[in-house]
């Protein structure tokens, strides 16, 4: 006598819940160094560096300081690129070093990154690691409330990238068609 059968499929929801509690748990007992061994560059400058984490599907933004208009236009078009390409489910910026970018680069991520990833990205969650000024806490704030009319999913600030990362693990769905 055979037990219930699955249907062809019906077992990918429990592979994907099993797989997010035990990424849960690695990252709650994984220090940063061992997940940044783990990142591929996308873009390096000295003001700004984009990774991506293939196994987590984290793309990470790390601003430094003031960033030039160039070379945060050129950086955050490869990120986009590399989010929607590669099918990413999570966007991380990293502003704990700060990351002040002009307010003409606040519009037109508003007008050009914003609508990009909305209508062609699988990103279901963004964060926001909380910087250590004030301004650059302010700037992303603003940027945040501006994007959230376009963006379906959640955005959130953490104090550090670690608890950002857990926070992904628990998306509802792994899949993006």
Not at 6 to 23: E, I, Q
Not at 24 to 45: F, G, S, V
Not at 62 to 84: D, L
């Amino acid at each position: 006598m055979e037990g219930p059968r699955l249907k062809a499929g019906s077992w990918l929801p429990l592979c994907f819940c099993t797989l997010n509690f035990v990424l849960y748990i690695q990252l709650k007992n994984l220090d940063m160094n061992a997940i940044e061994q783990t990142q591929q560059a996308i873009y390096r400058a000295p003001k700004l560096n984009v990774y991506v984490t293939p196994a987590l599907r984290v793309l990470t933004i790390q601003p430094k300081g003031n960033v030039p208009s160039a070379i945060y236009r050129a950086g955050m078009t490869a990120a986009a690129e590399t989010a929607i390409n590669s099918k990413l489910l999570h966007w991380l910026v990293n502003a704990k070093a700060g990351g002040i970018v002009t307010p003409a680069d606040q519009i037109w991520t508003s007008d050009v990154i914003a609508p990009r990833l909305a209508a062609a990205s699988c990103v279901r969650k963004m964060a926001f690691v909380e910087p250590d000024d004030l301004h650059t806490k302010l700037i992303l704030e603003d940027m945040m409330n501006k994007a959230s009319d376009l963006f379906s999913f959640e955005m959130q600030f953490f104090a550090h990238a670690q608890d950002a990362l857990v926070w992904f693990t628990d998306t509802e769905t792994d899949t993006c068609f």
